[in-house]
């Protein structure tokens, strides 16, 4: 399974934007598909993410009530809805994928980034 995210982009404070995480050569079926991110000279950090098999989303705390996380399954797509962004959200945005059975996420997507402006 290969997974792309895409959507990054420059936008200014309060602004939304949306990342899409496909995957190809196979699909999100009995997985959970999560979001992270890395800010310059930061740790990567959770962001959210969802449950495929039952369309149940989690989220991290500094995000929460701002991140929309859903999926299509007849594209084989998790969505991160993003509003109310802030100079905090920069960062590289990743998407993985985690078996619900295993504790590791096997695949991850290329990042794609979020520039937030003032």
């Known amino acids: 399974v290969q997974l792309q995210a895409f959507g990054g982009g420059l936008v200014q404070a309060g602004a939304s934007l949306r990342l899409s995480c496909e995957a190809s050569g196979g699909t999100f079926s009995g997985y959970f598909v999560d979001w992270f991110r890395q800010a310059p000279g930061k740790e990567r950090e959770f962001v959210g993410g969802i449950r495929w098999s039952r369309d149940s989303s989690y989220y991290a705390v500094p995000v929460k009530g701002r991140f929309t996380i859903s999926r299509d399954s007849a594209k084989n797509t998790v969505y991160l809805q993003m509003n109310s962004l802030k100079l905090e959200d920069t960062a590289v945005y990743y998407c993985?994928?985690?078996?619900?059975?295993?504790?590791?996420?096997?695949?991850w997507g290329q990042g794609t980034l979020v520039t937030v402006s003032s």
């Open positions: 993985a994928a985690r078996h619900v059975e295993e504790n590791t996420h096997a695949y």
